[in-house]
């Protein structure tokens, strides 16, 4: 797929989602409420409380959109051969030989390494993780 072809596909995707992040989301309430503030300069008025009203289920924009994407990865891994050409892999133990991982604080880890369990912090603290969700 050539670049033109794939910029006519991604682009009203990547429209669409924009779209929907700024009106639905309320971002743009939030911009246009801090831009007046800045023109207010010293003058300082309450802000107003936005109302954003998030929806659980995704909109038919976004699973079309979902959908289309979808099928242009099929596309795309069907004309070039490259369907699951990293399958079965596992990561370098060593860095590949850039500089930025010589250096590293992980540079001597296994990247296979589960790292340390942390699931016993919720008991220690007394189930006040729960609370700041």
């Not at 540079?107 to 969700?133: C, F, H, N, T, Y």
């Amino acid at each position: 797929m050539k670049r033109n072809e794939l910029k006519q596909v991604l682009k009203p995707l990547i429209k669409e989602c924009i779209k929907e992040v700024i009106f639905e989301d309320g971002t743009l309430s939030g911009i246009i409420t801090e831009v007046v503030q800045g023109l207010q300069g010293t003058t300082r008025q309450p802000i107003v409380e936005k109302k954003v009203i998030k929806s659980s289920a995704p909109s038919a924009a976004v699973l079309q959109a979902r959908q289309s994407l979808e099928e242009t990865k099929r596309s795309l891994q069907n004309s070039t051969g490259l369907k699951g050409v990293f399958e079965g892999t596992t990561p370098m133990r060593s860095g590949g030989g850039t500089s930025s991982n010589k250096h590293g604080a992980l540079r001597d880890v296994d990247p296979s390494d589960p790292g340390v369990d942390i699931s016993a912090i919720m008991k220690i603290a007394g189930g006040a993780w729960e609370q700041l969700k």
